[in-house]
């Protein structure tokens, strides 16, 4: 089950202020704070594009089993959605299943609310 994810945009130097006093312990993040951070809204606009939420949604309406299956469903190249996904996993929006043979796609989150700092 997917779940919801708070995206924080903030200034870099103020997303490296907040990460430094999470480290040292001066602050302990709460339910409501964002999980992921960019530095502006044309980078979340790269990973959350318009075809990248449609690639989210054939994910969670048809569970592909496998990069190839969801290649097939999407219209886009292996190499084009392992690329993508991937980036998409560094930021904790899906997972993927390494087999023995082929990666399994999942979504770790469906929904998305961002928090803008200025």
């Keep these: 089950m997917a779940r919801e994810m708070r995206i924080g945009i903030a200034p870099y130097k103020d997303i490296k202020k907040h990460t430094i006093s999470i480290a040292k312990g001066e602050h302990k993040p709460t339910g409501n704070e964002p999980t992921i951070w960019f530095d502006s809204i044309e980078s ?66 469906d929904k998305f609310k961002a928090v803008f700092s200025f």
């Design 44 to 109: 979340m606009a790269q990973v959350l594009s318009s075809k990248n939420q449609e690639l989210l949604k054939k994910i969670r309406d048809n569970n592909p089993q496998s990069l190839a299956e969801l290649a097939t469903m999407s219209g886009r190249h292996v190499s084009n959605l392992s690329r993508t996904l991937k980036n998409m996993e560094k930021y904790g929006i899906v997972e993927l299943d390494k087999k023995k043979d082929y990666v399994k796609p999942s979504l770790k989150a």
